[in-house]
Nanobody, 126 residues
Framework: QVQLVESGGGFVQAGGSLRLSCAASGRTFSSYTMNWFRQAPGKEREFVAGIKSIGSTRYYADSVKGRFTISRNNAKNTLYLQMNSLKPEDTAVYYC???????????????????WGQGTQVTVSS
């Protein structure tokens, strides 16, 4: 298991950009597939982006493809989400999460992820 802490959320106007960070503790961060999820008020938690533990395979929800970029720096134990061209519908609490076991897995299901951060609020005004 890893411990995760998100940062970088805030208030931005539509069309603006934000960069989220997720700092992980432990020496095994590089072994975990990492995802970003988000949850808007009254809605279920939904997949945003993911990156495998090995190689550079990244995958995105259709709603953010071309606007968001997920990356990781294993030397710094940090996961990132660069969000550009933000829209009001991107408003949500954003969570980073580590897959429940080590390995190069791919999943968009919250139930497959065993470690979660506390979340960071992103608010986009129109």
């Amino acid at each position: 298991q890893v411990q995760l802490v998100e940062s970088g959320g805030g208030f931005v106007q539509a069309g603006g950009s934000l960069r989220l960070s997720c700092a992980a503790s432990g020496r095994t961060f590089s072994s975990y597939t990492m995802n970003w999820f988000r949850q808007a008020p009254g809605k279920e938690r939904e997949f945003v982006a993911g990156i495998k533990s090995i190689g550079s395979t990244r995958y995105y929800a259709d709603s953010v493809k071309g606007r968001f970029t997920i990356s990781r720096n294993n030397a710094k134990n940090t996961l990132y989400l660069q969000m550009n061209s933000l829209k009001p519908e991107d408003t949500a609490v954003y969570y980073c999460a580590a897959y429940r076991i080590q390995g190069p897995f791919v999943s968009t299901l919250p139930s497959d992820f065993g470690s979660w951060g506390q979340g960071t609020q992103v608010t986009v005004s129109s």
